[in-house]
C-alpha cells in the first residue's frame, strides 16, 4: 500500500484545497452500531497523512457527540484540515426520536453558536444547510448564513441535497462552495440537474455515501446482517426482496475489481471520482469509516482509473436498483425535482 498523498480539488470558486477524496465522520459516534474510539482517532490521523483534508460532521450526528469527538483532532491539526459540520435536523418537541427540519434564522444562530462551542473552535470552514425546510423561503436561510461570514464565524457556505433550482436560488444570494448529495453506482438522480447546476455555477460536488453505504463493497447482503440499531436495517434497499435485488447487481463490480486487483468498494470510490472528468466539475467524495486500513484502501481507489469498456459494464447499475435510498424521499433532493 503506497503512502502517496492524494491529489486535490478546490471547494467553489474561492474555496480551499482539500484532498479529492474526504472523510464521513459520522459512523464514529452515530447510525452504524459500535465504534472504538481509540480506532477511530487512530482512522483520523491516518487520513490526515494520506492527504485528506476534509472532515465531515453534522450537529445532528449523536445530538452533538460526533462534533465533540473530533473537536481534540480538530484542535490539535487546526491549520491542516478543512471542518465541515451542518445546521438543520432538530429533535422533535414531542418525540426525541424524531427529527424535524429547521431553517429559520433564530435555530441557524442558536445551531452554529453550539457547534463552535462543541468543535472549540473560532470558525466553521464550510457550513451546510443539512435539509432543506420548504416552508422558508431559501432566501432567508442562505441570507442568514452570509450574516453569518461577514460576522466571521463560517468561511464558505455548503448545501445538502437541494434541487438544481434550490442550487441556483441560493447561489444567486451568496455563493455557495459545496453541494453535499447521495451519488454512487446506485444512485445517481442528481446527475439529472444538480450536476448541470453545480458545473454551471463552479460549485463542487461532495459526495456522501459513495459505497452505498457499504453495501458495494460486500459487507453486508441484507439487513439483517446489521446490528441492532443500525439505521440502515429501515432503508428500503437493504430489506427484503429489495436486497436480494441489489445484491446482485454488485457482479459487474466484481468482474472489474478482479481486472484491477482491486476490492469492490475500491471499483466504486473509483467510479464516482472519475464523474469529475465525465462530468467536468471538482468532486470531492466523503466515504465514512472508522478503521486506518479502510482509509488507506479508500484513498487508493484515487488512483485507479477505470477505462470505457468498464465504465459501460457498470452504467446500467443504477437504473436496476430496487427500492428507494430513504423511506421518506422528502429528505432528498429527488423528491423535489
Known amino acids: 500500500m503506497t503512502d502517496s498523498r492524494i491529489a486535490?480539488?478546490?471547494?467553489?470558486?474561492?474555496?480551499?484545497?482539500?484532498?479529492?477524496?474526504?472523510?464521513?465522520?459520522?459512523?464514529?459516534?452515530?447510525?452504524?452500531?459500535?465504534?472504538d474510539a481509540d480506532e477511530s482517532r487512530a482512522t483520523l490521523e491516518r487520513a490526515l497523512e494520506l492527504g485528506v483534508t476534509l472532515y465531515d460532521t453534522a450537529d445532528a450526528y449523536g445530538a452533538g457527540e460526533n462534533e465533540k469527538f473530533l473537536s481534540p483532532f480538530f484542535r490539535a491539526h487546526r491549520d491542516e484540515l478543512v471542518?465541515?459540520?451542518?445546521?438543520?435536523?432538530?429533535?422533535?418537541?414531542?418525540?426525541?426520536?424524531r427529527r424535524i427540519i429547521r431553517n429559520d434564522a433564530p435555530y441557524i444562530r442558536q445551531c452554529v453558536e453550539a457547534s463552535l462551542k462543541r468543535l472549540d473552535v473560532d470558525v466553521i470552514d464550510l457550513y451546510y444547510m443539512h435539509r432543506r425546510d420548504v416552508n422558508v423561503p431559501l432566501e432567508e436561510t442562505v441570507g442568514v448564513?452570509?450574516?453569518?461570514?461577514?460576522?466571521?464565524?463560517?468561511?464558505?457556505?455548503?448545501?445538502?441535497?437541494?434541487?438544481?433550482?434550490?442550487?441556483?436560488?441560493?447561489?444567486?444570494?451568496?455563493?455557495?462552495?459545496?453541494?453535499?448529495?447521495?451519488?454512487?453506482?446506485?444512485?445517481?438522480?442528481?446527475?439529472?440537474?444538480?450536476?448541470?447546476?453545480?458545473?454551471?455555477?463552479g460549485v463542487t460536488l461532495v459526495p456522501y455515501s459513495p459505497l452505498g453505504r457499504g453495501f458495494l463493497t460486500g459487507s453486508f447482503a441484507k439487513a439483517e446482517?446489521?446490528?441492532?440499531?443500525?439505521?440502515?436495517?429501515?432503508?428500503?434497499?437493504?430489506?427484503?426482496?429489495?436486497a436480494a435485488a441489489n445484491a446482485a447487481l454488485l457482479d459487474p463490480i466484481r468482474t472489474v475489481a478482479e481486472a484491477h486487483g482491486a476490492t469492490l468498494g475500491q471499483i466504486a470510490l473509483a467510479w464516482v471520482q472519475q464523474r469529475a472528468s465525465v462530468h467536468g466539475l471538482p468532486i470531492v467524495p466523503i466515504p465514512g469509516t472508522r478503521k486506518p486500513s479502510r482509509v488507506e484502501e479508500n484513498t487508493a481507489a484515487t488512483r485507479i482509473v477505470l477505462t470505457e469498456e468498464e465504465l459501460a459494464l457498470l452504467e446500467p447499475i443504477a437504473s436496476k436498483v430496487a427500492g428507494d435510498r430513504y423511506a421518506d424521499m422528502r429528505f432528498a433532493s429527488a423528491g423535489r425535482e
Open 83 to 97: 471542518i465541515a459540520t451542518k445546521f438543520a435536523l432538530a429533535i422533535h418537541p414531542d418525540d426525541p426520536t
Open 225 to 242: 446482517d446489521l446490528t441492532a440499531g443500525d439505521f440502515r436495517r429501515q432503508q428500503p434497499r437493504y430489506t427484503g426482496e429489495n
Open 8 to 35: 486535490t480539488a478546490r471547494l467553489g470558486a474561492t474555496g480551499p484545497e482539500v484532498g479529492v477524496q474526504g472523510l464521513g465522520c459520522m459512523g464514529m459516534s452515530f447510525a452504524y452500531g459500535p465504534s
Open 145 to 201: 448564513m452570509a450574516e453569518l461570514v461577514d460576522e466571521g464565524k463560517i468561511k464558505h457556505l455548503g448545501l445538502s441535497e437541494v434541487t438544481g433550482a434550490e442550487l441556483r436560488t441560493a447561489h444567486a444570494v451568496h455563493p455557495i462552495a459545496a453541494v453535499q448529495s447521495e451519488w454512487s453506482l446506485f444512485s445517481r438522480d442528481i446527475e439529472a440537474k444538480v450536476v448541470p447546476a453545480a458545473r454551471e455555477l
